[in-house]
């Protein structure tokens, strides 16, 4: 008990350092708790998970499975209703961002309709939201550009790679050019090379676009080199364990793994996810 | 030689990569046990006929002559049954009440037309109950019981109910058709439309789609090959429909008409004539429904 009212002040200090710029929140969570009341009994998937998110930051989530980190994420997206606690999108709720279409989700799965081509398939946020038929062609065009999808646009899901659907997942849901950007363990089902490439290629998008990303993962090397904000969780019940700076250079490359700052950081990372983790298994 | 060779191979090779010989080889080993089958069943008669006849000093070889070409027997031949068809079908004139092709035709239109309406009672169905929890719960306990009832007795209570009406003609086989072809496409497509996962539902909640959205953009693309496969069961369950329609309302013709006519005065190899037409036309009906599926999924982007 004693360390966890700790590491929530080591939290509180690292966070006024953490988000120093603008102040304009675009992530507001208080005091949230979700509850699932499943047949065994209730669940406490999250616990007083108090978070901000300023613009253009890049925030990672990590933690084991069953820390609650998809769960906060879904709360975010209106995917789930917390029991406690508010939420609020650039001081909307959840709902209200949803329906005024604030943010992109990009799942475990790519979540490809295989009915549709490629280009189809980035089309449909925009096909739904009614976007003219040139401006969605433009747009199609301009996201394929972005994930290196050039001259795919007519294959069908099934004949693309799992490295190559994913990245056309997250074309489609940057298409309507959200500012917040969800990112649920994208990169979790592909390979450690591919993970890198796609890993450099979402940072140059994150700077060329200046979005908001969250970005849950399990993967310490990932959560550090993509963040500017580490957020540790630890599970049953789900809750923050520990906030980490992590301010290295925008044009970083995968050379920056191997310096010492880098793996400091890893460091602070893996031993809070140890202590989130002692009291069990 | 080296040119040759892929030709000579080419023919070989449909023979023995393909399944042609095995193909040919069932439908050998069906061709026998059928002709013994029918020398085994009609042999009875056979002597009888010969006893009437006075002829007690036959042979072996002339009794199973002799069963293999009766009149009418217990199980005609496949030889007489292709003889009976190339007789009604080919040598017959089409406008003929004694060709089969008249009869296929009567059959045929009040299946397509029964097929058509069944499937698509069978789609508003589904729509109704995927999308109205109430409905699921209240119509397909009544779509499941209205199956249970035998078709055969149900049959006829429709029709003198509809001639009270006087609705006569096509319409009534239809709807018997349509009765028995609707449940497939029903329980088809509600699996169907309910078959996007839970991520795939996710992603339009993302874009806050609207219902008609998720509906027209997920669930009917999602449906389409629950919805093929069930309407190849409809289409042949539709042609049952209609011959057992076709037994009771015998005037206007059909195979129904056919095989009653047959039983009547013992035409066996009638019965059998109209029996293997019905399979045909039933495996049109589903090829059809194939080449229908193959061209939509081709659009949709399916694995060849």
Not at chain 1, 62 to 81: F, N, Y
Request: hydrophobic share 45%.
């Amino acid at each position: 008990m004693a360390r966890k009212s700790s590491s929530t002040k080591v939290k509180g200090a690292d966070q006024a350092s953490a988000t120093p710029i603008s102040g304009e929140k675009v992530i507001a969570c208080e005091g949230l708790s979700l509850t699932f009341e499943t047949a065994d009994g209730p669940v406490q998937a999250l616990s007083g998970i108090d978070l901000d998110i300023a613009k253009g930051e890049f925030v990672s989530l990590i933690g084991p499975s069953g820390c609650g980190k998809t769960t906060l994420l879904r709360v975010i997206a209106d995917l789930e209703q917390p029991t406690d606690g508010s939420v609020r999108i650039n001081s909307m709720t959840p709902n209200e961002a949803r329906l005024k279409r604030a943010y992109g989700y990009v799942f475990q799965a790519p979540a490809l309709y295989p009915w549709r081509t490629i280009a189809k398939n980035i089309a449909l946020p925009l096909e739904i939201m009614g976007f003219a038929k040139e401006d969605r062609a433009e747009r199609v065009r301009k996201g394929l550009e972005l994930v290196n999808l050039t001259g795919f646009e007519n294959k069908f899901p099934w004949q693309l790679s799992g490295g190559m659907q994913q990245r056309a997942s997250i074309a489609r849901a940057l298409s309507f050019d959200p500012d917040l950007l969800l990112m649920d363990e994208p990169f979790g089902a592909l390979d450690e090379i591919v993970r890198d490439k796609l890993n450099e290629q979402l940072l140059r998008l994150w700077e060329k676009t200046q979005k908001t990303v969250v970005f849950v993962t399990h993967s310490i090397p990932e959560a550090v080199f993509l963040s500017t904000k580490i957020v540790v969780m630890s599970p049953r019940p789900g809750k923050i364990h520990d906030v980490i700076a992590c301010n290295f250079p925008k044009d970083r490359t995968l050379d920056i793994r191997e310096t010492p700052e880098f793996l400091d950081v890893a460091n602070r990372v893996r031993q809070g996810l140890r202590e989130g983790h002692s009291y069990v298994d | 030689m080296s040119i040759e060779a892929p030709a000579s191979r080419g023919i070989v090779a449909r023979w023995t990569d393909g399944q042609t010989i095995p193909v040919l080889i069932v439908v050998l080993v069906i061709g026998v046990f059928w002709y013994l089958g029918a020398m085994w069943l009609n042999a009875d008669l056979q002597r009888d006929l010969f006893a009437n006849g006075g002829k007690t000093d036959y042979t072996t070889a002339e009794l199973i002559e002799g069963t293999l070409s009766q009149e009418r027997p217990k199980l005609p031949t496949p030889g007489q049954i292709i003889a009976e068809l190339q007789k009604t079908v080919i040598d017959t004139a089409p406008t003929s009440k004694r060709s089969l092709v008249y009869h296929g035709s009567v059959t045929l239109s009040a299946t397509v037309l029964g097929f058509l309406l069944g499937s698509m009672l069978g789609m508003v169905l589904a729509v109704l109950v995927v999308h109205a929890r109430s409905l699921d719960r209240s119509l397909m306990p009544w779509v499941v019981a209205s199956q249970t009832i035998p078709i055969i007795a149900l049959a006829p209570m429709v029709i003198v109910i509809m001639n009270q009406f006087d609705i006569t003609g096509l319409v009534p086989k239809s709807i018997i058709a349509a009765y028995l072809s609707f449940f497939p496409v029903t329980v088809g497509m509600v699996k169907g439309l309910r078959s996007p996962d839970p991520l795939q539902m996710d992603l339009m909640r993302t874009y806050s789609a609207s219902r008609m959205q998720v509906f027209f953009m997920l669930r009917v693309p999602a449906s389409l090959p629950f919805l093929f496969a069930s309407l190849k069961v409809a289409v042949a369950a539709s042609l049952v429909g209609t011959v057992v329609a076709e037994l009771t309302k015998s005037e206007d013709g059909g195979f129904g008409a056919r095989l009653l006519a047959g039983s009547y005065y013992g035409q066996t190899i009638q019965i059998w004539a109209a029996l293997f037409a019905a399979a045909a036309c039933a495996w049109m009906l589903v090829t059809a429904v194939g080449v229908v599926e193959r061209g939509v999924s081709k659009q949709m982007g399916a694995r060849p």
